[in-house]
T-cell receptor, first 111, second 113 residues
Framework: GEDVEQSLFLSVREGDSSVINCTYT??????LYWYKQEPGAGLQLLTY?????DMKQDQRLTVLLNKKDKHLSLRIADTQTGDSAIYFC???????????FGAGTRLFVKA | SQTIHQWPATLVQPVGSPLSLECTVE??????LYWYRQAAGRGLQLLFY??????ISSEVPQNLSASRPQDRQFILSSKKLLLSDSGFYLC????????????FGPGTRLTVT
């Protein structure tokens, strides 16, 4: 079945770049998303990329997609302490009923 | 603008008691609606989704049920809670067209004792 995998933890220093990686198994994913969850809150959509794109940049966020390797990454430039959160990678399909979420990567930003 | 509400924010219930969690969406019509459960330190498990009033699809067999009595109202229920039902319950909505990004409510923290 469909699966999305992420590393569980990442620690960076404030001001450095963070790169959160994700692999997915289902090549029919039409959309790939990155969500952010702060403690005790719901998920917030950060950005998404269509499966026919290689890269998308949105301010400090850069998403890279390697379809051949089924690998998605999220780069956060100039990481701030406010970026500390859990980041979820997710794959979606036309019809939108089933979005498969990874287990989330907990990002720790050290001052 | 669209907003999504969930209540209660936290809930402590004994084993065997009933459950009712409510979710409402404002500012959009005919959304897709979803209930997820997030166990501690884990990802999201899709429990139910709905594409319209009275239309509920269940993703996992369990003692939970969902209902959609109105277009923008989604309810998660149980007749008898189990310890394993503890978790963080999230409601979400999406448009019926692409890119189907989901917008989440603030969540309900349920502890079954």
């Amino acid at each position: 079945g469909e699966d999305v995998e992420q590393s569980l933890f990442l620690s960076v220093r404030e001001g450095d770049s963070s790169v959160i990686n994700c692999t997915y198994t289902d090549s029919s994913s039409t959309y790939l998303y990155w969500y952010k969850q702060e403690p005790g809150a719901g998920l917030q959509l950060l950005t998404y990329i269509f499966s026919n794109m290689d890269m998308k940049q949105d301010q400090r966020l850069t998403v890279l997609l390697n379809k051949k390797d089924k690998h998605l990454s999220l780069r956060i430039a100039d990481t701030q302490t406010g970026d500390s959160a859990i980041y979820f990678c997710a794959g979606g399909y036309t019809g939108g009923f089933k979005t498969i979420f990874g287990a989330g990567t907990r990002l720790f930003v050290k001052a | 603008s669209q907003t999504i509400h969930q209540w209660p924010a936290t809930l402590v219930q004994p084993v065997g008691s009933p459950l009712s969690l409510e979710c409402t969406v404002e500012g959009t019509s005919n959304p897709n609606l979803y209930w997820y459960r997030q166990a501690a330190g884990r990802g999201l498990q899709l429990l139910f989704y709905s594409v319209g009033i009275g239309q509920i699809s269940s993703e996992v067999p369990q003692n939970l049920s969902a209902s959609r009595p109105q277009d923008r109202q989604f309810i998660l229920s149980s007749k008898k809670l189990l310890l394993s039902d503890s978790g963080f319950y999230l409601c979400a909505w999406s448009l019926t067209g692409g890119p189907y990004e989901q917008y989440f409510g603030p969540g309900t923290r349920l502890t079954v004792t």
